[in-house]
């Protein structure tokens, strides 16, 4: 007997400022898993992710470690991170962990909202 994955649909809500906004998303049947610590050579978000202001800087590196700049300051948090379908999970190197979650294209961590930058 074959095994069918289907996709399992759930609700997301996110809160900004204040505002409570629903998102229907789909399971990772849709998206590029990465699994453990396989490296994320082809995977769609790696690269550099940034806020509208350019303020924060995020570069998920492919070999599963990121490098956050902030303002004038540059490397100023480093770690590790595993994404599982659109979920991101962060573990700083000084401990500090946070995860995120991509919607539509856009990396929504930690009460910010960040750009693919091309």
Same mark, same amino acid.
């Given at each position: 007997m074959?095994?069918?994955?289907l /996709?399992?649909y759930c &609700?997301r809500?996110?809160?900004v400022? !204040?505002?409570i906004?629903?998102?229907p998303t789909a399971?990772?049947?849709?998206? &590029? /898993?990465?699994?453990g610590n396989a490296?994320?050579?082809?995977? /769609?978000?790696?690269?550099m992710?940034? &806020? ?9 590196l492919a070999n599963?470690?990121y490098?956050e700049?902030r303002g ?6 480093? !770690? ?5 379908g659109n979920?991101?999970?962060y573990?700083?190197? &000084?401990?500090?962990t946070?995860d995120g979650?991509?919607i539509? !294209?856009?990396?929504y961590?930690?009460g910010m909202?960040l750009?693919?930058?091309?």
């Amino acid at each position: 007997m074959q095994e069918t994955k289907l /996709p399992i649909y759930c &609700t997301r809500a996110l809160v900004v400022a !204040g505002i409570i906004t629903i998102f229907p998303t789909a399971s990772s049947a849709h998206t &590029t /898993p990465n699994e453990g610590n396989a490296p994320m050579t082809d995977h /769609p978000y790696v690269g550099m992710w940034v &806020t509208k202001d350019g303020r924060i800087r995020h570069q998920l590196l492919a070999n599963n470690r990121y490098d956050e700049a902030r303002g004038e300051r540059e490397s100023a948090y480093q !770690g590790r991170y595993q994404v599982t379908g659109n979920y991101i999970e962060y573990w700083d190197d &000084t401990g500090f962990t946070a995860d995120g979650e991509f919607i539509d !294209g856009v990396l929504y961590h930690a009460g910010m909202v960040l750009y693919r930058k091309e």
